[in-house]
């Protein structure tokens, strides 16, 4: 793949990869657009890794999601449930205010729950899909679906 | 599992599916974002050019020092091993035991010592190639984390 090609898939993938990061970051902008930087850079140097058969969103939320994992094992800040629904973000605006129960919510869910919910309801990808870009079974994410969604109704009762 | 059990699940899904079609975040610009992005991806391909080139200046060295080492190091064991036999590589004219010992040993002595040179200059390449590579790595690293 060219360097051309490239900027053209991200063209077209970066508002769908960096509205998912938000949620998976339940809201912290900062956090997500550090994400989506570090992903998109990560895949523009492992271009040589790329198989023209995968598809190149899927990959690219492979590579999301691992430094979304790296970046929590870097991570010591923790951010209680409370302070997630209370407090506002650096940067929020109304759009952040307006989303607020929604990402409080996904804070509640264990990061592999919240991920396979993210991919499956936000991204609409298929179980079997999402299984390849957590590098986990399929059995394991019907799981964690299962879970995030029975947790989801617990802390959204008026939406689900 | 029941009939009301599987309708409620399907209509849970359905308003999950719902709750997330609505998630329509303001992101900003998306033209101002790629050109935010190709700024710092030309940033990256600089530095990756760069340590290439590097990379490549000191593959140069290592080869030619490689070569140079191999023709020396042959020219010198190829010496020691014609020399004859009963003639010591060095003379000390000394009488002290342990350097007339050196002097008969002079030929196994300069062949471990030769021996030696060889395995330090191979440590020295693989160290020195393990070090490019690290350094590579982290350059890179650290500039699409800061760029």
Same mark, same amino acid.
């Given at each position: 793949m060219t360097k051309a090609q490239f900027i053209q898939l991200v063209s077209s993938e970066q508002e769908r990869l960096r509205r998912f990061l938000l949620a998976l970051c339940c809201g912290n902008r900062a956090d997500a657009e550090d994400l989506a930087q570090e #992903?998109?850079?990560?895949?523009?140097?492992?271009?040589? #890794?790329? /198989?023209? %058969?995968?598809?190149?969103?899927?990959?690219? /939320?492979?590579?999301?999601?691992? #430094?979304?994992?790296?970046?929590r094992r870097r991570s010591r800040r923790t951010e209680p449930m409370d302070a997630a629904t209370t407090i506002a973000a650096p940067g929020q605006t109304d759009d952040g205010y307006r989303y607020q129960?929604? /990402?409080?919510?996904?804070?509640?869910?264990?990061?592999?729950? %919240?991920?396979?919910?993210?991919?499956f309801y936000l991204q609409g990808y298929a179980v079997k899909e999402i299984a390849e870009i957590m590098g986990g079974s399929i059995p394991a994410v019907?799981?964690?679906?299962? %879970?995030?969604?029975?947790?989801?109704?617990?802390?959204?009762?008026?939406?689900? | 599992m029941t009939e009301e059990y599987i309708d409620d699940m399907t209509? =849970? *899904?359905? *308003?999950? $599916?719902?709750?997330f079609a609505d998630y329509r975040p303001d992101?900003? +610009?998306?033209?101002?974002?790629?050109? $935010?992005f190709q700024r710092k991806l030309e940033a990256v391909e600089m530095v990756r050019q760069y340590v290439e080139a590097h990379q490549r200046r000191n593959r140069l060295t290592v080869v030619a020092a490689l070569v140079l080492g191999v023709v020396l190091g042959s020219a010198v064991m190829a010496w020691v091993l014609l020399m !004859?036999?009963?003639? !010591?590589?060095i003379a000390l004219g000394s009488t002290a035991q342990w350097l007339v010992w050196i002097e008969q040993n002079s030929r196994l002595l300069t062949l471990i010592f030769l021996s030696l040179i060889v395995s330090l200059g191979i440590i020295g390449i693989l160290?020195? $190639? =393990? *070090?490019?590579? *690290?350094? +590579? $790595?982290?350059?890179? +690293?650290?500039v699409h984390k800061n760029a």
């Open positions: #992903a998109l850079m990560h895949a523009y140097l492992s271009l040589g #890794a790329y /198989h023209e %058969r995968e598809k190149f969103a899927a990959w690219l /939320h492979r590579i999301a999601y691992n #430094a979304f994992l790296d970046s129960e929604l /990402h409080a919510a996904l804070n509640v869910l264990p990061e592999k729950e %919240r991920t396979a919910v993210l991919l019907k799981k964690q679906l299962e %879970r995030g969604r029975d947790k989801l109704k617990v802390t959204l009762p008026r939406a689900v | 209509n =849970q *899904d359905e *308003d999950l $599916r719902q709750l992101l900003g +610009s998306g033209d101002d974002y790629m050109q $935010r !004859p036999a009963d003639t !010591p590589i160290t020195m $190639r =393990q *070090d490019n590579m *690290d350094a +590579s $790595r982290k350059t890179l +690293s650290a």
